[in-house]
């Protein structure tokens, strides 16, 4: 069974930094691309970042409102798949989701909240 | 990047009657396109990809049609499971973008 789990979320200041995990099981970690989507609350959802296996040289992508802001990282080893998040605003607010997949998000984990406030 | 427009934002409908949500995008993804289901406190379910392939144990009353910039999704015979939220989303260019979703509900 495929699972994605993430953890890391809390309430932090504007500026602050945060670092989100998703432990992942299921599946063969090391040739997946994984992605994290985020939801603000009541809204639409909203890619944020992409990090491809270790075949695509570990290429990662991002979105134009996290760019320079936020890395995407992984290790094959745990099976793991982090998001550093650096000089959060309160536009970040929003829930996290750990997502895999090349283009759709086949399998997406619970989420983790984080809160940007003053 | 490329804009997805998702139609009706907010949709009301019986038991049993067939619902179709529209997504029209601003340029031809070649249907690069899936559709999510969404449950009130829930994390996003896959439904359907390549704008028409039901995802694996997806109920047969779904349905995902279209190509170029116009493409739908349709509810047969609709339940009391899927009140929900559904999404379109494109993979055909970076950055990867959704529709703004649509809110279904029973009547």
């Known amino acids: 069974e495929v699972q994605l789990v993430e953890t890391g979320g809390g309430l932090v200041r504007p500026g602050s930094s945060l670092k989100l995990s998703c432990a992942t099981s299921g599946f063969t970690f090391s040739n997946t691309w994984m992605n994290w989507v985020r939801q603000a609350p009541g809204k639409g959802l909203e890619w944020v970042a992409l990090?491809?296996?270790?075949?695509?040289?570990?290429?990662?992508n991002y979105a134009e409102s996290v760019k320079g802001r936020f890395t995407i990282s992984r290790d094959d080893s745990k099976s793991r798949v982090y998001l550093q998040m650096n000089t959060l605003r309160d536009q970040d607010t929003a829930t996290y989701y750990c997502?895999?997949?090349?283009?759709?998000?086949?399998?997406w984990g619970q989420g983790v909240m984080v809160t940007v406030s003053s | 990047d490329i804009q997805m427009t998702q139609s009706p934002a907010s949709l009301s409908a019986s038991l049993g009657e067939t619902v179709t949500i529209e997504c029209r995008t601003s340029?031809?993804?070649?249907?690069?396109l899936p559709w999510y289901q969404q449950k009130p406190g829930k994390s996003p379910h896959f439904l359907i990809y390549n704008a028409n392939s039901l995802h694996t144990g997806v109920p047969s009353r779904f349905s995902g049609s279209g190509s170029g910039t116009q493409y739908s999704l349709k509810i047969n015979s609709l339940q009391s499971e899927d009140v929900a939220s559904y999404f379109c989303q494109q993979y055909y260019d970076y950055p990867w973008t959704f529709g703004g979703g649509t809110k279904l509900e029973l009547k």
């Open positions: 997502t895999r997949g090349e283009d759709y998000f086949d399998y």
């Open positions: 340029e031809d993804i070649y249907n690069g």
């Open positions: 990090i491809k296996d270790k075949y695509s040289n570990y290429e990662a």
